[in-house]
């Protein structure tokens, strides 16, 4: 099972016909057994998609495939999907449609940002500890936001209690005009965990041992989580019962495993224990590189509100000095993955006082990317198709290919050239729909 962007059946849990590899394969096989325990996801229609096709001519396209542009495409929107993409005058326009002509400009997906929290609070705005419904208003309006500026979808690993749901509802019944939430509800986390600081009330469901872990992997997965979330601490007893309860289920699972100081130990058992994807790159031991690498794990780095925090940081004094240490160090740790080949996607994790950069911080992120060696069509890849793949939403999002859900941004100057163009959106489709030209 895949993330449940739209199926066609009210309440089905349909595979999707896409060729099935690895995990997928397992998933197929499991899937049958699982039906019955798996919540009925209602009607998950996207806003509502043009009727008259769109088409995009003459657009330099990156696909987001991570090949070579292709300069001149056609790019053909029926509905909410993609249905033809090819070289302008070998793809046909259909009689009526809208035609967009981008000479001269660039195509690229819609963004994605893989590390979002849609209801953290905004200080000094908000109160520590708001209530859910402030947390939904809020939320909306950060989609909304995303929105606007080329972020067609956001993965939201743990939103207070059930915001990360009611907005994902909230945007498949087209109520919510914002970048698409795929949730993981509440992230699990042991009793006084991280999550269940102060200031992130509700974030996370506390559990303890393997049979609690399971019950909140569970727990969320029946709520209508596309993936799960793990914090630390937790035992390797814990997450390797975890781990193996969201893959019985057929699920994505990603995990923070360390905060500051060497808690390796976490991180290892997170790998041993199979887990698809860990955030943060902010902790981890070289030895433990070439078998992230090996296992073919994912990471969301999110280095960019590191270093703002590494800067406020320094300003406080000598105490801070080891926080400050472990900061930059993040940017070894970074290339070190990179080397490896470890696929690294664009997350934000734009949280408290540093929401209020939101969504510049993502801008910063991808840039940040670029000055640690990735080049410019390797930030794109990691802000659009890597994106998809940690939300477990490749056969539908992060890539210009028929079939697929048609999110895309014209660009009015070439990422390519310079990585900050990414910022220069003239027209933003979502779901087939113009949401601003
Ligand atoms: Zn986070």
């Not at 390797?240 to 991180?267: G, I």
């Not at 470890?342 to 934000?348: L, Q």
């Amino acid at each position: 099972m895949t993330a449940n962007l739209k199926p066609t059946v009210s309440g089905s849990n349909q595979v999707s016909g896409t060729k099935m590899v690895g995990m997928e394969k397992r998933r197929a096989v499991h899937a049958l057994l699982f039906v019955a325990l798996l919540p009925i996801t209602a009607v998950e229609a996207a806003p509502e998609a043009q009727v008259t096709p769109l088409v995009v001519t003459h657009a330099r396209l990156v696909d987001g495939r991570g090949g070579l542009p292709l300069d001149d495409a056609t790019i053909v929107i029926t509905g909410d999907r993609f249905s033809a993409v090819g070289p302008s005058g070998q793809v046909p326009i259909p009689e009526g449609a809208e035609v967009l002509d981008a000479k001269g400009r660039v195509v690229i997906p819609g963004l994605i940002d893989a590390h979002i929290h849609v209801s953290w609070p905004q200080v000094p705005l908000d109160p520590p500890v708001p209530n859910r419904s402030q947390a939904a208003f809020r939320a909306a309006d950060l989609l909304r936001r995303c929105l606007l500026n080329g972020i067609t979808t956001v993965r939201d690993v743990a939103s207070i209690e059930d915001v990360g749901f009611a907005a994902k509802r909230a945007f498949q019944e087209g109520r919510l005009e914002g970048s698409r939430p795929i949730v993981c509800g509440q992230g699990v986390s042991s009793t006084g965990g991280h999550g269940t600081e102060s200031n992130t009330q509700g974030l996370v469901m506390e559990v303890d041992g393997p049979d609690g872990f399971r019950r909140g992997v569970r727990t969320q997965l029946k709520a209508g989580a596309d993936l799960i979330k793990v914090l630390c601490p937790f035992s390797r007893e814990e997450i390797l019962a975890a781990v193996e309860e969201v893959h019985l289920h057929e699920k994505f699972v990603t995990v923070h495993p360390s905060l500051f100081k060497a808690q390796y130990d976490f991180l290892r058992w997170t790998v041993e224990a199979g887990a698809d994807c860990f955030e943060h790159a902010y902790a981890v031991p070289d030895d433990l590189i070439p078998r992230i690498a090996e296992k073919r794990m994912y990471c969301v780095p999110t280095l960019s509100i590191l270093l703002i925090l590494g800067d406020q940081y320094e300003q406080r004094g000598p105490d801070w000095a080891w926080k400050v240490k472990k900061y930059r160090e993040c940017k070894e740790i970074f290339q070190k993955l990179r080397k490896a080949g470890v696929r690294m996607a664009v997350g934000t994790d734009a949280v408290a006082e540093n929401m209020s950069e939101y969504p510049g911080l993502f801008f910063k992120e991808t840039e940040q990317f670029a000055a640690l060696g990735c080049s410019p069509m390797d930030v794109i890849v990691a802000a659009t198709r890597l994106g998809a793949e940690v939300s477990d939403a490749a056969d539908q999002l992060g890539t210009i290919e028929p079939g697929k859900l048609a999110d895309l941004l014209i660009l009015d100057k070439d990422p390519l050239v310079d990585i900050r163009n990414l910022r220069t959106a003239q027209v933003i489709v979502q779901g087939g729909k113009v949401i601003k030209r």
